[in-house]
Protein backbone atom coordinates (compact mmCIF):
# COMPACT_ATOMS: atom_id res chain seq x y z
CA UNK A 1 0.00 0.00 0.00
CA UNK A 2 1.54 3.29 -0.97
CA UNK A 3 0.45 6.51 1.21
CA UNK A 4 0.41 9.63 -0.40
CA UNK A 5 -0.23 13.40 0.60
CA UNK A 6 -2.86 15.79 -0.45
CA UNK A 7 -2.59 19.04 0.08
CA UNK A 8 -5.12 21.65 -0.76
CA UNK A 9 -7.38 24.54 0.78
CA UNK A 10 -10.36 23.53 -1.02
CA UNK A 11 -12.02 20.73 1.00
CA UNK A 12 -14.31 19.41 -2.32
CA UNK A 13 -11.17 18.78 -4.15
CA UNK A 14 -8.93 17.26 -1.20
CA UNK A 15 -12.25 14.63 -0.01
CA UNK A 16 -12.73 13.56 -3.71
CA UNK A 17 -9.38 12.84 -4.34
CA UNK A 18 -9.15 11.12 -1.05
CA UNK A 19 -12.11 9.28 -1.70
CA UNK A 20 -10.76 8.07 -5.12
CA UNK A 21 -7.75 6.60 -4.29
CA UNK A 22 -8.44 5.16 -0.86
CA UNK A 23 -10.93 3.05 -3.45
CA UNK A 24 -7.64 2.77 -5.40
CA UNK A 25 -5.73 1.22 -2.16
CA UNK A 26 -4.11 4.42 -1.46
CA UNK A 27 -3.24 5.55 2.39
CA UNK A 28 -4.04 9.51 2.15
CA UNK A 29 -3.29 11.53 4.59
CA UNK A 30 -4.65 15.31 4.11
CA UNK A 31 -3.38 18.66 4.57
CA UNK A 32 -5.22 22.20 3.96
CA UNK A 33 -1.90 24.34 3.73
CA UNK A 34 1.84 24.20 2.90
CA UNK A 35 2.90 24.76 6.68
CA UNK A 36 0.61 21.15 7.00
CA UNK A 37 2.69 19.75 4.04
CA UNK A 38 6.00 20.20 5.88
CA UNK A 39 5.29 18.99 9.05
CA UNK A 40 3.90 15.78 7.42
CA UNK A 41 7.11 15.42 5.75
CA UNK A 42 9.01 15.59 8.98
CA UNK A 43 7.07 13.13 11.14
CA UNK A 44 5.76 10.85 8.49
CA UNK A 45 8.85 8.69 7.01
CA UNK A 46 6.56 6.34 4.82
CA UNK A 47 4.99 9.09 2.37
CA UNK A 48 5.41 8.10 -0.83
CA UNK A 49 4.19 10.64 -2.87
CA UNK A 50 2.89 14.31 -2.31
CA UNK A 51 -0.14 16.15 -4.19
CA UNK A 52 -0.17 19.72 -3.27
CA UNK A 53 -1.64 23.12 -4.46
CA UNK A 54 0.03 26.12 -5.35
CA UNK A 55 -2.55 28.49 -4.26
CA UNK A 56 -2.87 27.74 -0.58
CA UNK A 57 -3.49 30.46 2.66
CA UNK A 58 -0.23 30.95 5.51
CA UNK A 59 2.13 28.74 3.05
CA UNK A 60 1.52 28.49 -0.40
CA UNK A 61 2.99 25.47 -2.68
CA UNK A 62 6.22 26.97 -4.20
CA UNK A 63 7.04 27.47 -0.66
CA UNK A 64 6.23 24.39 0.94
CA UNK A 65 8.15 22.46 -2.09
CA UNK A 66 11.12 24.36 -1.27
CA UNK A 67 11.07 23.46 2.25
CA UNK A 68 10.57 20.01 1.28
CA UNK A 69 13.43 19.83 -1.08
CA UNK A 70 15.98 20.49 1.64
CA UNK A 71 14.82 17.25 3.55
CA UNK A 72 13.17 15.09 0.60
CA UNK A 73 13.45 14.39 -2.85
CA UNK A 74 9.96 12.63 -2.46
CA UNK A 75 7.60 13.08 -5.52
CA UNK A 76 5.40 16.23 -5.70
CA UNK A 77 3.03 16.69 -8.31
CA UNK A 78 1.20 20.24 -8.04
CA UNK A 79 -2.32 21.17 -8.46
CA UNK A 80 -2.52 24.34 -10.65
CA UNK A 81 -4.67 26.50 -11.83
CA UNK A 82 -4.57 27.39 -16.33
CA UNK A 83 -4.04 30.90 -15.07
CA UNK A 84 -0.99 30.15 -12.90
CA UNK A 85 1.33 29.18 -15.84
CA UNK A 86 4.45 31.03 -14.22
CA UNK A 87 3.62 29.49 -10.83
CA UNK A 88 4.03 25.72 -13.16
CA UNK A 89 7.53 27.13 -14.30
CA UNK A 90 8.69 28.40 -10.64
CA UNK A 91 7.93 25.27 -9.31
CA UNK A 92 9.36 23.01 -11.80
CA UNK A 93 12.07 24.93 -11.23
CA UNK A 94 12.61 24.12 -7.72
CA UNK A 95 11.56 20.48 -7.92
CA UNK A 96 8.11 19.60 -8.44
CA UNK A 97 8.14 16.49 -10.61
CA UNK A 98 4.93 17.24 -12.17
CA UNK A 99 1.89 19.55 -12.28
CA UNK A 100 -1.75 18.81 -13.10
CA UNK A 101 -3.94 21.67 -14.67
CA UNK A 102 -7.33 22.14 -12.85
CA UNK A 103 -10.48 21.26 -12.61
CA UNK A 104 -8.68 17.04 -13.61
CA UNK A 105 -9.57 14.17 -14.36
CA UNK A 106 -9.11 11.70 -11.39
CA UNK A 107 -7.93 9.20 -13.61
CA UNK A 108 -5.17 11.10 -15.34
CA UNK A 109 -4.35 11.78 -11.53
CA UNK A 110 -4.24 8.07 -10.49
CA UNK A 111 -2.02 7.79 -13.79
CA UNK A 112 0.55 10.47 -12.64
CA UNK A 113 0.94 9.35 -9.46
CA UNK A 114 1.33 5.53 -10.62
CA UNK A 115 3.90 7.09 -13.05
CA UNK A 116 5.98 8.92 -10.56
CA UNK A 117 5.65 6.63 -7.37
CA UNK A 118 6.99 3.67 -9.96
CA UNK A 119 9.88 6.31 -11.17
CA UNK A 120 10.48 7.13 -7.49
CA UNK A 121 10.87 3.45 -6.28
CA UNK A 122 12.81 1.80 -9.38
CA UNK A 123 15.65 4.53 -8.48
CA UNK A 124 16.17 3.39 -5.21
CA UNK A 125 13.20 5.69 -3.21
CA UNK A 126 15.63 8.45 -1.67
CA UNK A 127 19.02 6.95 -3.32
CA UNK A 128 19.64 9.94 -6.58
CA UNK A 129 19.85 7.68 -9.96
CA UNK A 130 23.98 6.43 -10.63
CA UNK A 131 24.27 7.99 -14.35
CA UNK A 132 27.24 7.55 -16.11
CA UNK A 133 28.75 8.51 -19.95
CA UNK A 134 26.40 5.24 -21.19
CA UNK A 135 23.34 6.43 -19.36
CA UNK A 136 21.29 9.22 -20.39
CA UNK A 137 18.39 11.26 -17.80
CA UNK A 138 15.80 13.77 -18.38
CA UNK A 139 13.10 14.28 -16.09
CA UNK A 140 11.62 10.62 -16.25
CA UNK A 141 12.98 9.57 -19.57
CA UNK A 142 16.24 7.42 -18.90
CA UNK A 143 18.38 5.95 -21.78
CA UNK A 144 20.24 3.44 -21.37
CA UNK A 145 22.92 3.01 -24.05
CA UNK A 146 24.66 0.12 -22.87
CA UNK A 147 21.09 -1.92 -23.11
CA UNK A 148 19.69 0.13 -25.04
CA UNK A 149 16.72 0.31 -22.75
CA UNK A 150 14.42 2.94 -22.41
CA UNK A 151 12.47 3.44 -18.90
CA UNK A 152 10.08 6.44 -18.91
CA UNK A 153 8.42 6.99 -15.33
CA UNK A 154 10.11 4.02 -13.94
CA UNK A 155 8.17 1.43 -16.96
CA UNK A 156 10.36 0.53 -19.83
CA UNK A 157 9.29 1.26 -23.40
CA UNK A 158 9.71 -0.42 -26.36
CA UNK A 159 11.05 1.90 -29.22
CA UNK A 160 12.60 0.99 -33.25
CA UNK A 161 15.97 1.75 -33.60
CA UNK A 162 14.99 5.05 -35.39
CA UNK A 163 12.91 6.03 -32.57
CA UNK A 164 15.71 5.08 -30.09
CA UNK A 165 18.53 6.55 -31.99
CA UNK A 166 16.09 10.07 -32.27
CA UNK A 167 15.62 10.11 -28.83
CA UNK A 168 19.18 9.50 -27.71
CA UNK A 169 19.82 12.38 -29.77
CA UNK A 170 16.96 14.41 -28.91
CA UNK A 171 18.15 13.78 -24.60
CA UNK A 172 22.16 14.64 -25.69
CA UNK A 173 21.15 17.89 -27.07
CA UNK A 174 18.12 18.96 -25.02
CA UNK A 175 16.85 22.62 -25.60
CA UNK A 176 18.75 22.89 -28.61
CA UNK A 177 15.97 23.33 -31.50
CA UNK A 178 16.50 21.08 -34.76
CA UNK A 179 14.77 21.12 -38.89
CA UNK A 180 13.60 18.21 -39.75
CA UNK A 181 16.54 18.02 -42.50
CA UNK A 182 19.10 18.28 -39.06
CA UNK A 183 17.64 16.02 -37.68
CA UNK A 184 17.75 13.68 -40.54
CA UNK A 185 21.09 14.45 -41.17
CA UNK A 186 21.60 13.32 -37.37
CA UNK A 187 19.74 10.42 -36.63
CA UNK A 188 19.82 8.96 -40.60
CA UNK A 189 23.02 10.16 -41.56
CA UNK A 190 21.81 10.67 -44.84
CA UNK A 191 20.59 13.17 -47.29
CA UNK A 192 17.50 14.63 -46.03
CA UNK A 193 15.05 13.97 -48.91
CA UNK A 194 11.58 13.39 -47.69
CA UNK A 195 12.95 14.49 -44.22
CA UNK A 196 9.90 16.57 -43.60
CA UNK A 197 7.35 13.88 -43.56
CA UNK A 198 9.72 11.27 -41.75
CA UNK A 199 10.26 13.43 -38.77
CA UNK A 200 6.70 14.33 -38.30
CA UNK A 201 5.93 10.44 -38.42
CA UNK A 202 8.73 9.25 -35.92
CA UNK A 203 8.00 12.15 -33.48
CA UNK A 204 4.45 11.18 -33.54
CA UNK A 205 5.47 7.71 -32.79
CA UNK A 206 8.08 8.47 -29.88
CA UNK A 207 5.37 11.17 -28.28
CA UNK A 208 2.78 8.17 -28.14
CA UNK A 209 5.21 6.28 -26.49
CA UNK A 210 7.22 8.62 -24.13
CA UNK A 211 4.25 11.16 -23.43
CA UNK A 212 1.48 11.27 -21.17
CA UNK A 213 -0.35 12.89 -23.43
CA UNK A 214 0.79 12.85 -26.52
CA UNK A 215 -1.67 15.72 -27.54
CA UNK A 216 0.20 17.82 -25.12
CA UNK A 217 3.65 17.05 -25.10
CA UNK A 218 6.20 17.70 -22.17
CA UNK A 219 8.99 16.34 -23.46
CA UNK A 220 9.41 16.65 -27.45
CA UNK A 221 8.09 20.52 -28.45
CA UNK A 222 7.15 21.86 -31.82
CA UNK A 223 8.72 25.24 -32.40
CA UNK A 224 6.80 26.14 -35.47
CA UNK A 225 8.71 27.74 -38.58
CA UNK A 226 12.29 26.10 -36.85
CA UNK A 227 11.76 22.03 -36.09
CA UNK A 228 11.75 20.68 -33.13
CA UNK A 229 13.31 20.31 -29.14
CA UNK A 230 12.83 18.29 -26.31
CA UNK A 231 12.29 20.48 -22.76
CA UNK A 232 14.78 19.97 -20.15
CA UNK A 233 12.67 18.54 -16.73
Not at 14 to 31: N, R
Not at 74 to 86: G, Q, R
Not at 163 to 177: R, T
Request: charged share 25%.
Amino acid sequence: MFKILICDDEKDIVSGLKIYFESEGYSVLTACNGRQAVSFVETESDIDLILMDIMMPVMNGIEALVKIREKSNLPVILLTAKSEDTDKVVGLNVGADDYITKPFNPMEVLARVKAQIRRYKSLGGNSAPQADETTFVNGGIIVDDKTKTVTVDGEEVSLTPKEYDMLKFFINHVGEVFSPKDIYRNVWNNDPYGAENTITVHVRHLREKIEIDPANPRYLKVVWGHGYKMDAQ
